[in-house]
C-alpha cells in the first residue's frame, strides 16, 4: 500500500471498535496502518524499533496511542519511555507520551488544570487513611474514585459514613491510593467535550440511566444516554484550554454545570466516541487520523 506508515497501539483486542475504525481511518486516506502492543516493541540505542524481533518500525510517520495496558511498575516504565523514545526518534505520538501519561492520572491532571485557573472538584489524594476520613467529615457527600480509570468504573459514591470508611479502609488495604472527591451538586447530567485539533468538533449531554436506583453516573457504557447538544462560549472555552493546557491532540473533556460555571471532572487521553458519533453523525476517527497525518508531517 502506498502512503504512509502509521502505528495503532492497542493492547488486549484489536477488534475493539475504535482501534478498528482508527484503522480503517489510516487505510481510506491512502495510508499503512500498523496495529501493534507495546509488550510487541523492542527498542535499541541509537534508536531502532523492532516488532516481534521481525519487523523494523523505525520508519514509522506517526503513532496513536490508545492505551499502555497494565502491567508492573517496570512495564509501565518501559511503555511510557519506548513512547518517548518514538518521539526522541523523530517519530509523532498522539497523543503525546507525557500528555498521555498525565491525562491517565486523575491527580496529575487536576493539578495542572487548578494550576491554570481551570474549576475542578475539591479532592482528597494521599495514602493516610485518618487523613482521608478527615476530609470526608469535612466536606460530606463524596465520591471515591480509583486514581487510574474510565469509564466510570470502580468509582463509589459514599453518602454515608460508615459505607465511606468502610471503602476507604478496604482499598488502603489493597495498597491503593485514596483518591476521593466532593460530589458537586449538578443537574442528573454531565458534558461530554470532544476536543481535536484545538477545536470543539462536537459535544453531548451524559444522562443519568433512568430506571436504576440510587444510579449517579452518567457514563454512556454504564447505561447513561446521550443527547446532541451546543456548547455556550463559557464551556466551549473551558474545553478548548483544557486540552490546550494538557496538551492533548483528541480528548473528552467531561465537565459539569454548577452554579459558579464550568467544572472538570477529568479529560480523557483515549476516549471513546461511539455515543457522540451515534448522536451527531460526526466521523470521530477520521477527524483524529486528520490530526494524526497533519501533525506527523511537520
Known amino acids: 500500500m502506498s502512503g504512509r506508515l502509521f502505528g495503532v497501539v492497542y493492547h488486549e483486542n484489536i477488534n475493539n471498535w475504535a482501534t478498528a475504525s482508527l484503522i480503517e481511518a489510516i487505510k481510506s486516506r491512502g495510508h499503512e496502518p500498523k496495529p501493534f502492543r507495546l509488550p510487541d516493541i523492542s527498542a535499541q540505542i541509537p534508536s531502532k524499533f523492532t516488532y516481534l524481533d521481525e519487523e523494523n518500525l523505525t520508519h514509522m510517520d506517526g503513532v496513536l496511542v490508545r492505551t499502555i495496558g497494565f502491567g508492573t511498575g517496570d512495564q509501565i516504565t518501559f511503555r511510557i519511555s519506548l513512547l518517548e523514545h518514538f518521539e526522541d526518534a523523530g517519530i509523532y505520538v498522539m497523543n503525546p507520551a507525557y500528555s498521555f501519561r498525565r491525562a491517565k492520572d486523575k491527580y496529575a491532571t487536576l493539578t495542572a488544570l487548578h494550576k491554570a485557573g481551570?474549576?475542578?472538584?475539591?479532592?482528597?489524594?494521599?495514602?493516610?487513611?485518618?487523613?482521608?476520613?478527615?476530609?470526608?467529615?469535612?466536606?460530606?457527600?463524596?465520591?471515591?474514585?480509583?486514581?487510574?480509570?474510565?469509564?466510570?468504573?470502580?468509582?463509589?459514591?459514599?453518602?454515608?459514613?460508615?459505607?465511606?470508611?468502610?471503602?476507604?479502609?478496604?482499598?488502603?488495604?489493597?495498597?491503593?491510593?485514596?483518591?476521593?472527591?466532593?460530589?458537586?451538586?449538578?443537574?442528573?447530567?454531565?458534558?461530554?467535550?470532544?476536543?481535536?485539533?484545538?477545536?470543539?468538533?462536537?459535544?453531548?449531554?451524559?444522562?443519568?440511566?433512568?430506571?436504576?436506583?440510587?444510579?449517579?453516573?452518567?457514563n454512556v457504557h454504564g447505561g447513561g444516554e446521550a443527547e446532541v447538544m451546543k456548547?455556550?462560549?463559557?464551556?466551549?472555552?473551558?474545553?478548548?484550554?483544557?486540552?490546550?493546557?494538557?496538551?492533548?491532540?483528541?480528548?473528552?473533556?467531561?465537565?459539569?454545570?454548577?452554579?459558579?460555571?464550568?467544572?472538570?471532572?477529568?479529560?480523557?487521553?483515549?476516549?471513546?466516541?461511539?455515543?457522540?458519533?451515534?448522536?451527531t453523525g460526526i466521523d470521530v476517527a477520521g477527524l483524529i487520523v486528520n490530526r494524526l497525518v497533519e501533525q506527523s508531517s511537520q
Open 118 to 218: 481551570i474549576r475542578v472538584p475539591r479532592t482528597f489524594i494521599g495514602e493516610n487513611l485518618e487523613a482521608a476520613i478527615n476530609f470526608v467529615d469535612e466536606v460530606g457527600d463524596v465520591v471515591i474514585k480509583p486514581l487510574i480509570g474510565a469509564r466510570g468504573m470502580g468509582s463509589i459514591r459514599a453518602e454515608h459514613r460508615e459505607l465511606t470508611y468502610r471503602a476507604m479502609k478496604f482499598i488502603h488495604q489493597l495498597g491503593q491510593v485514596l483518591y476521593v472527591q466532593e460530589m458537586i451538586e449538578k443537574p442528573n447530567r454531565d458534558i461530554r467535550a470532544f476536543v481535536i485539533g484545538g477545536k470543539v468538533i462536537g459535544a453531548m449531554y451524559r444522562y443519568v440511566p433512568s430506571g436504576i436506583d440510587g444510579e449517579w453516573r452518567t
Open 231 to 279: 456548547l455556550s462560549p463559557d464551556y466551549e472555552e473551558c474545553a478548548i484550554k483544557t486540552a490546550e493546557i494538557l496538551n492533548l491532540d483528541y480528548t473528552g473533556v467531561d465537565i459539569i454545570e454548577t452554579q459558579e460555571g464550568p467544572c472538570v471532572i477529568e479529560a480523557n487521553a483515549a476516549p471513546s466516541w461511539s455515543a457522540l458519533s451515534r448522536v
